[in-house]
């Protein structure tokens, strides 16, 4: 009953933060947004703001994500992947993200989510960039602050542009602030993206909840699905043990991501005393250090974020992966554990119905409405004579220089030029 109170009360004092917050934010936005534009245009006819030529211009992209570089999530390895691969194609890439920025804050309950403060300086230092790079295509992979600030901008000068639409930040607002304030958020998202040319989607599962859900317009079909893609050089089947994994009982239950509630950790956890062997927790979180309190167990280890040759060799020294969110759109680290070799435990939900074969001769683990049944399956593909390269083929199917491709294709149609 106490921590029923205590849950009720933490979530009506988020709705009040946010009912204060969200509303000035905006406001702020607004206001430095007309600061910023009238500053631009005086610089257009003095003479200070000297735009790239239309000579060119087709190999010219800005892509933008409210995603701070210090926010390990799947967001921010696609933002990163995709300027790597379009500049491997030879075109000019400018990436604006909140690192670009001194002033940042924190989102409720999401210390290590931070988004710039649109004071004028960074609303006008973002659309001069634009205006600077003046390229063919703009897309805006994210909904905060800069995200904002970019699409207001291409609405008002009339720039193409083009949105993706990663993160069920509707789904995470209303676990925290409550229905009303998940309600609005839902609103601001379908209002955001239907202002988009064109929607790119991670799934193609994603993309039918987006249109049946009303956050696109179904008749313009300007949806887009697109698989995101996976570094199969750095994750890989054979390779050296993690030392941090080496000693552990097995089966090796394997989670990497944010250790936040929105992600449905908890039922993972819960599982402790279900599952045999150990479970393995590579990440951090809001949640962290109050997981770490509540789930002091001597077969759950918490080794907190880890990176490049660490976290590969953690992934191939696992034995199943387990991925117990209910609201991803995607789940970037099942493909990376698949190219690992590892089999993959979760819900029968979207996300790991677009990454999971399940229904063929060579299965890469199990989804079911119940965690435990799925992970009793993923470790039964576990027994199947070559299970790793099965997984570790499926994986290879999910490619960084593909999804660079369609993703040039898709933007095409915004634009006379050719983009290819």
């Known amino acids: 009953m106490f921590n029923m109170g205590l849950k009720l009360l933490l979530m009506t004092f988020d709705a009040v933060r946010c009912t204060i917050i969200v509303p000035l934010v905006v406001m702020l936005a607004l206001v430095s947004l007309v600061f910023a534009e009238v500053a631009l245009l005086l610089c257009r006819l003095l003479g200070l703001l000297k735009p790239n030529p239309e000579i060119g211009k087709e190999k010219r992209i800005v892509i933008v ?3 701070h570089p210090e926010n390990v999530c799947g967001v921010l390895r696609k933002y990163e992947e995709l300027i790597k691969h379009l500049r491997d194609l030879n075109y000019e890439v400018l990436g604006l993200d909140p690192g670009l920025f001194s ?3 924190t989102l409720p309950r999401q210390p290590d989510v931070k988004v710039p403060v649109p004071w004028p300086w960074m609303v006008f230092n973002t659309i001069y960039q634009i205006e600077l790079a003046n390229p063919s295509i703009l897309n805006v992979m994210a909904e905060g602050t800069l995200g904002f600030v970019a699409q207001a901008h291409c609405r008002l000068t009339g720039r193409p542009y083009s949105t993706m639409f990663c993160t069920r930040t509707d789904l995470y607002m209303a676990k925290f602030a409550g229905p009303l304030m998940g309600y609005l958020c839902k609103q601001y998202l379908a209002l955001y993206h239907n ?8 799934s193609g599962n994603m993309k039918k909840v987006l249109e049946d859900e009303k956050y696109v317009n179904k008749a313009k079909n300007n949806c887009k699905a697109i698989l995101n893609g996976c570094n199969t050089e750095e994750f890989t089947v054979e ?3 993690s030392p941090h994994l080496k000693d552990l009982k097995k089966p090796i239950w394997l989670y990497v991501g944010r250790v936040a509630v929105e992600k449905n950790i908890k039922k993972l956890l819960d599982l402790h005393d279900q599952l045999e062997g150990t479970i393995v927790i590579v990440g951090k979180g809001p949640y962290y250090d109050e997981a770490v309190q509540d789930y002091n167990k001597p077969n759950i280890k ?11 060799d953690i992934y191939r020294s696992a034995t199943v992966f387990v991925f117990p969110s209910l609201t991803d759109t995607f789940g970037q680290v099942m493909v990376e554990a698949m190219a690992s070799g590892l089999t993959v435990a979760a819900y029968n939900v979207t996300g790991p119905l677009d990454v999971v074969k399940t ?5 890469t683990g199990c989804l079911d409405d119940d965690l435990k049944k799925a992970c009793d399956g993923a470790l039964e593909v576990t027994r199947r004579p070559g299970y790793r390269k099965n997984c570790s083929d499926h994986a290879k199917t999910f490619n960084w220089e593909k999804m660079t491709k369609e993703f040039l294709k898709v933007i095409l149609s ?4 050719t983009l290819m």
């Open 103 to 105: 002033h940042c804050m």
């Open 414 to 417: 915004l634009t006379s030029v």
């Open 302 to 312: 918490f080794l907190g974020w880890r990176k490049g040759k660490e976290l590969h």
């Open 359 to 363: 229904d063929t001769a060579a299965p």
């Open 239 to 241: 390779g050296d043990i």
């Open 65 to 67: 994500t409210d995603t």
């Open 195 to 202: 202002q988009s040319t064109i929607v790119i989607t991670p």
